[in-house]
């Protein structure tokens, strides 16, 4: 049988350009409109309404504006968490809380992040929800991301959990353009439960 990764590399990468750009061409009305949709699916979500501890991101590059849906987990008394990027482990996230007043810095991506501050550090089981950045998804819960595997790592956690332990619900976060039929799956890639975007929500089994 023939080795088909360098293939499905290149197709991924393809596929990333493509919606990358895509993305980057929203306007800055049509980004805000969307947060502020992104609020009232989140204010409709049964798992986002009883989750506590979320972990969320800052938007970069034309991802979905997620300050809107920040401001509104802390109006409702949830605490926000920020993925950094590890000190010392390859391509491995922490997540910090972030408050109004968190200290941010640029990673070596220039995206935002909290800096370290071990006392704000929550174990990714400890989580109760994660709402993850995408470059694209299709219908069967697939996603591509940026291409670093910074996800995929930290979603195998899961096989940690303890018997009478929750891992995290997964869902991802995207404009409804960045929908792509049968994404090219590699053998690492983990499926996620469900995607949100401003207009609707899909939930897989
Ligand atoms: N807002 C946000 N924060 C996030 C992520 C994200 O996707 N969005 N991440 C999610 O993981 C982590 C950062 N991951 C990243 C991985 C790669 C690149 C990047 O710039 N990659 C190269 C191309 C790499 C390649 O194709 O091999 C580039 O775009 O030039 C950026 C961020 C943590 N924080
Ligand atoms: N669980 C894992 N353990 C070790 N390496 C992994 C794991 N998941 C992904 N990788 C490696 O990371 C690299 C990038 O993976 P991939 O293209 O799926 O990233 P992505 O899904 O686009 O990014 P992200 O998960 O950060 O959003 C691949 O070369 C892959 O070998």
Redesign the pocket.
Known sequence: MSDLTPLI?TT?TAI?QQIRQRRQQLSIQQQQQAGRDLVHQFSQHPHIQSAQHIAIYLHIDGELDTQAVIDWCWQQGKQVYIPILHPFSH?Q?LFTRLTATTPLIKNKYGISEPQLNVTQVIPYLALDLVC????AFDLFGN??????????????QHQFVRHDQQPPYVLGLAHDCQQHDNLPI?P???PIKEIITPSRTLAFC
């Open positions: 590399t991924r990333r391509k996230l993850s950045p995408l470059v996603r591509l991301g940026m291409g670093g595997g910074y996800y995929d790592r930290t979603f195998s590699a690492w890639d983990m």
